[in-house]
């Protein structure tokens, strides 16, 4: 049987059950945590029983798995995330990989090949593969998957870069990629361009955040090459609102692609971009609806009255994130 590692350890895929496909548990730089929110915003015990009580009232709402790209540059800290999947039956499935959406980390900008500390391979590839394999720093805990990013940008030195080196690793390892997208640049052909390029197996990618376009011809050409597409900022009405997210699905369901979507709401228990209270409070009122429960509760049974069956949002759901897993 074919397993993949949570933060609890391996399960059999079919064990994934309902998965979100693009959920932090948190997003929170250390760096920031440590020098301003110690003793001000943060509270560690206060916003672990938190997240339990966030991710117990999830699970009751009949999902079983989400998937965490917290990577380096969102604040992967696994130990925290570990006591808070001590606490909960659902299961936590974490990434390798860098959120950068231009220069790679100053730790990685001088060494690699033909770089001042000439390396015969990039080191980032080292890294991502030893997350992998071996486990995530002396936590136990492995990676399952790769997380890299093309935004407005687009293929910038360091962007390529960590693209490529994600798909290094990829094909060392047989991981699966999710890659953040802008889709107002129609970032996601570029990340097919490069992984094309680098021979990486497309149905093994998931194009993040492609349901903020409601251009079915690109999504239709994404989804045509092989890639699984991110329906999954659902509750972020900034960057499409929840009608036109579940329209541009019911079209595509039409039109044969169920099984190449899978749903999220791109939520936290808590992000740092909106430290303490007030900025706590203000992000509620900005996106009311952005948190893990707003597809159970309102986005499903609307997918159900407008014609989606039951058939298709087990595939978006669970056959398609245990496929990617497989
Ligand atoms: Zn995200």
Redesign the pocket.
């Known amino acids: 049987m074919p397993t993949v590692e949570t933060v609890r350890g391996p399960i059999d895929t079919a064990d994934l059950g309902a998965t979100l496909m693009?959920?932090?548990v948190f997003?929170l730089s250390t760096e920031h945590l440590q020098n301003y929110g110690a003793g001000d915003w943060w509270d560690e015990d206060e916003r672990v029983a938190d997240a339990v009580d966030q991710l117990n009232e999830l699970k009751a709402l009949g999902i079983d798995t989400i998937v965490d790209?917290?990577v380096w540059g969102?604040g992967r800290y696994i130990p925290r995330v570990q006591r808070v999947a001590e606490q909960t039956d659902l299961n936590i499935v974490v990434a390798t990989g860098l959120?950068t959406y231009d220069e790679v980390p100053h730790q990685y900008e001088h060494r690699g090949p033909g770089l001042l500390l000439d390396l015969p391979r990039d080191p980032m590839v080292d890294d991502f593969v030893g997350d992998i394999r071996d486990g995530i720093a002396d936590t136990g805990v492995k990676a399952a998957f790769l997380k890299c990013v093309v935004e407005v940008k687009g293929l910038t030195p360091g962007v390529e870069r960590t693209l490529r080196a994600c798909a290094a690793a990829h094909r060392e390892t047989g991981a699966p990629i999710t890659v953040?997208t802008s889709s107002p640049a129609q970032a996601g052909r570029l990340a097919v361009q490069v992984f094309r390029d680098e021979g990486v197996d497309l149905t093994k990618v998931v194009i993040?955040?492609a349901g903020d376009s409601n251009d079915l011809d690109y999504l239709g050409e994404l989804a045509d090459a092989g890639c699984l597409l991110g329906m999954?900022?659902f509750g972020l009405d900034l960057y499409n609102p929840t009608s036109s997210r579940v329209d541009t699905i019911v079209a595509l369901a039409q039109r044969g692609y169920a099984d190449r979507m899978v749903l999220a709401h791109?939520a936290?228990c808590y992000i740092d971009y909106f430290p303490g209270p007030d900025a706590q409070a203000a992000k509620a009122q900005i996106a009311p609806n952005w948190n893990y429960t707003h597809i159970s509760r309102d986005v499903l049974p609307v997918l159900r009255e407008r014609g989606v069956t039951d058939e298709q949002v087990r595939q978006m759901l669970v056959d398609a994130p245990r496929r990617y897993f497989e």
Do not use: F
């Open positions: 693009h959920e932090h997003v790209p917290t969102l959120y953040h993040g955040h999954d900022r791109d936290s």
